[in-house]
């Protein structure tokens, strides 16, 4: 059963950092890709990063890149978002997921219909 569980969200101003965790069931962990995927009121789910499992290759939205890092702890099934020199632009609630399918290069996408089995999410709210 694919099931997450994030947690690290917070209230910060512009500038700050925030450290989000999503711990993942044994069945989600074994997926190719891991993504956090951020949904802001009235707004689309945008995937702002992907990690192929395997490898530990990892994608980045264009919004979000030199500012957050994905990572992943294999040991704990844990997938971790760093998110430094944060924008009221970055709030929103905050998921990981995962996916079946990857690119033959081996990494993942950025489209969020390939991620399934939400979490409960994690609000991150950026004040200016």
């Known amino acids: 059963q694919v099931q997450f569980v994030e947690s690290g969200g917070g209230s910060v101003q512009a500038g700050g950092s925030l450290r989000l965790s999503c711990a993942a069931s044994r069945d989600a962990y074994a997926r190719p890709c891991m993504g956090w995927i951020r949904q802001a009121p009235g707004k689309e789910r945008d995937v702002v990063a992907s990690?192929?499992?395997?490898?530990?290759?990892?994608t980045y939205a264009d919004s979000v890149k030199g500012r957050f890092t994905i990572s992943q702890d294999n040991a704990k099934n844990t997938l971790y978002l760093q998110m430094i020199s944060l924008t009221p632009e970055d709030t929103a609630k905050y998921y990981c997921a995962a996916a079946s399918s990857y690119f033959s290069g081996g990494t993942c996408s950025l489209w969020s219909p390939d991620f399934g089995g939400w979490g409960q999410g994690t609000q991150v709210t950026v004040s200016s």
């Open positions: 990690i192929f499992t395997r490898t530990g290759v990892t």
